[in-house]
């Protein structure tokens, strides 16, 4: 094995966090919270994410099954827990912070095809943990970091879990100082009853020492806060110190979380089940100030989200666009205002009679998206907008969509239409991009779109150089089709300005109206929620919800 330890410098630690009795109870947002009180002890921090997918990376899955595709700096397509990462450790997570089962297994199969085994037996045990493990303190030399919290995904007793919790075993075997599991709980506190059960609890506990790992601290989600008599009882049957089971109940929000745990001690537990020195007491400060200024909004900014993967079943998800929610409630709070974030399915606005009710609303946004389902809702929305002078910002397929009913409604142009959608029509304003034409005919479609980060050029003046202050930028894309530059001098004569390009100038990154003509109406080929944190607001976004706020009816 690989030692990190030196003579100078202290060994990097591991803390593992697993989920038992059930999942959806948050376990990407504690093992943020976590990750963000020990930064804020003044060590260097990073957070891992494994999910227990075939999927190579998250590009491939279904959106309304498994939530938002984030896509990292360079470029990797992954889960939305590594945007809660990079919002409460207010970082870039790099592409090494983040493995699927499907890419362990991939570069173990890679490896063994290069004979990089020496022509031995490659066998699921041990060789799939031993990558795991060799994963992850890659990751922790990567990022130079003092602590790596790994989030395993999934629940304890599931099938998938199994090889993960083994490379935990492992590792903890092999170096037990340096690791620690933390199980992620759920108490139920059922209405029959009007009490909090530690039951489940347990038997996760059982189920988890079964594959062999310990729990060294217990944090309890539930409705309400765990009471001392059950923190005993759960020190008791799991197996922990009283001090190590945390209270985690639910909370007006998210970012109440980490300063929820620090009301527990959770760093000075957790850093003395490491035997870690902190570099500093706990400093939140940063983090206080935004999450006070959060709850004290004095105006309101209404603003519709229109997207098609909101609908699931008999429910709604927002999980799919958790990242532009959240960018549209930092720059609301940095304004001192009180977003309200509505939800509305591009479908309905197929039918033009539904426009009115896009009235009660001061701003509209359209994210990103990919095919023709909802498109004619989507196109009649950005009109709405365009001519009542709501303001609006298109984001991804939200930009070309606004650039394709610029063209189709303003220059005029009959048959146009995206080559996503309609290859067939005479006008496509938005074009397949050269290098993707090639990569579709070979069907080579996973992590193959533009993605992660690229720079553009800003016109001095325009609406978004205003909003940046600055003429350059760096922002994450993913996409295949771009606006064909064959339209680009018909659509500026007819007013729509391209503020921002590639360097060279090739690639349209930004739409606008001037706003002689219109309030706000902008549109972005990449993605600025993925850059958009608590702590940096994305200034786009704030233009946006400025203009909303003041045009608001
Ligand atoms: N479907 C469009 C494209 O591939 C937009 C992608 C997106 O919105 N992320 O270019």
Redesign the pocket.
């Known amino acids: 094995m690989i030692s990190t330890t030196t003579l100078t410098q202290p060994a990097t630690k591991y803390i593992f966090v697993v989920g038992g009795v059930m999942s959806g109870v948050g376990k990407g947002v504690t093992s943020s919270s976590i990750a963000c009180v020990l930064q804020a002890r003044g060590l260097k921090v990073t957070a891992v994410k494994i999910d227990p997918y075939i999927n190579v990376d998250a590009g491939t899955m279904n959106p309304t099954e498994h939530g938002e595709v984030f896509v990292l700096k360079d470029g990797l397509e992954t889960d939305q827990d590594m945007g809660n990462y990079e919002r409460f450790l207010n970082a870039d997570m790099p592409s090494s912070n983040y493995m699927t089962t499907g890419s362990v297994y991939l570069s173990v199969i890679e490896k063994e095809r290069n004979l990089e085994y020496g022509g031995r037996n490659v066998e699921v045990v041990p060789d799939i943990p031993l990558e795991v493990i060799r994963r992850i303190k890659h990751a922790a030399h990567v990022a130079t970091a003092d602590v790596v919290l790994i989030e395993v995904g999934g629940t304890v007793g599931e099938y998938q879990n199994v090889l993960f919790l083994e490379a935990v075993r492992m590792m903890k075997s092999q170096e037990p100082e340096n690791v620690a599991v933390v199980m992620v709980s759920y108490l139920p506190v059922p209405h029959a009853i009007g009490e909090m059960k530690t039951k489940p609890t347990q038997t996760a506990v059982r189920m988890l020492n079964s594959a062999g790992v310990f729990a060294d601290m217990i944090i309890c989600r539930s409705s309400l806060p765990v009471d001392q008599k059950r923190k005993e009882k759960i020190a008791t049957f799991c197996n922990v110190r009283a001090e190590n089971v945390i209270s985690s109940p639910d909370l007006e929000s998210i970012y109440d979380i980490p300063l929820n745990y620090e009301q527990d001690n959770l760093s000075t537990q957790l850093l003395s089940i490491l035997n870690l020195s902190p570099k500093q007491p706990t400093n939140l400060r940063a983090w206080k100030q935004f999450v006070k200024q959060s709850k004290s909004g004095v105006g309101t900014v209404k603003i519709a989200v229109v997207g098609k993967y909101f609908n699931s079943g008999d429910f709604v998800l927002s999980d799919v666009y958790i990242s532009v929610l959240e960018a549209i409630k930092f720059s609301a709070y940095k304004l001192h205002l009180k977003p309200e974030i509505s939800y509305l399915s591009a479908h309905e606005f197929a039918d033009k009679k539904q426009l009115k009710k896009l009235d009660a609303f001061d701003g509209i946004l359209v994210?990103?998206?990919?095919?023709k389902t909802g498109i004619e809702g989507k196109l009649n929305v950005i009109s709405y907008a365009r001519k009542q002078g709501i303001p609006y910002f298109g984001?991804?397929?939200?930009m070309?969509l606004m650039v394709l009913e610029y063209a189709m409604n303003v220059v005029r142009l009959k048959n146009a239409s995206?080559e996503?959608i309609d290859p067939t029509a005479e006008h496509l304003v938005?074009g397949v991009?050269p290098e993707q034409r090639e990569k579709i005919a070979k069907k080579e479609m996973g992590g193959s779109?533009r993605l992660g980060q690229y720079p553009a050029k800003l016109k001095a003046g325009s609406v978004a150089a205003k909003a940046y202050r600055a003429t350059e930028i760096i922002e994450r894309h993913?996409?295949?089709?771009?606006v064909n530059s064959e339209y680009v001098e018909r659509l500026q004569n007819a007013g729509l300005q391209f503020s921002g390009t590639s360097p060279e100038g090739a690639l349209m990154e930004i739409a606008e109206l001037p706003t002689s003509v219109h309030p706000f109406f902008l549109g972005v080929?990449f993605?600025p929620e993925l850059q958009a944190r608590p702590l940096a607001p994305h200034p786009l976004f704030t233009a946006f919800i400025k203009a909303a706020y003041e045009s608001r009816s």
């Open positions: 994210p990103g998206g990919f095919g984001i991804c397929y939200g070309q995206t996503e938005i991009m779109m993913r996409h295949r089709y771009e080929q993605h």
